[in-house]
Nanobody, 122 residues
Framework: QLQASGGGLVQAGGSLRLSCAAS????????MGWFRQAPGKEREYVAV????????VYADSVKGRLTISRENAENTVFLQMNSLKPEDTGVYYC?????????????????WGQGTQVTVSS
């Protein structure tokens, strides 16, 4: 199970830190990702991180502003969100998968969290 938290309402230029806590003892063997879905739009990937944190990939729209990290000892993955923009608004989901191939695709993820709402006001 994945439990996302940390969303909220923030003004443009502000920051939030999302967390995703995983249950079970195999968290360290999964690649993790953050996705978001804005109203009326399809879910899109935001950032992914490999099982050991050695590799990260970011969507162009968030590069330099959002940072994904993980703490395997705590079974948690984070998304530090800085310089937020109104277009970052949406429900943010964390996900876990075993395969790195095509990791930015919305397909192929083994587990999804329930989502946390992020709203950025202008």
């Amino acid at each position: 199970q994945l439990q996302a938290s940390g969303g909220g309402l923030v003004q443009a230029g502000g920051s939030l830190r999302l967390s995703c806590a995983a249950s079970g003892s195999t968290f360290g063997s999964y690649h993790m990702g953050w996705f978001r879905q804005a109203p009326g739009k399809e879910r899109e990937y935001v950032a992914v991180i490999s099982w050991n944190g050695g590799s990260t990939v970011y969507a162009d729209s968030v590069k330099g502003r959002l940072t994904i990290s993980r703490e395997n000892a705590e079974n948690t993955v984070f998304l530090q969100m800085n310089s937020l923009k109104p277009e970052d608004t949406g429900v943010y989901y964390c996900a876990a998968r075993t395969e790195w191939n095509l990791v930015t695709s919305i397909r192929g993820w083994n587990y999804w969290g329930q989502g946390t709402q992020v709203t950025v006001s202008s």
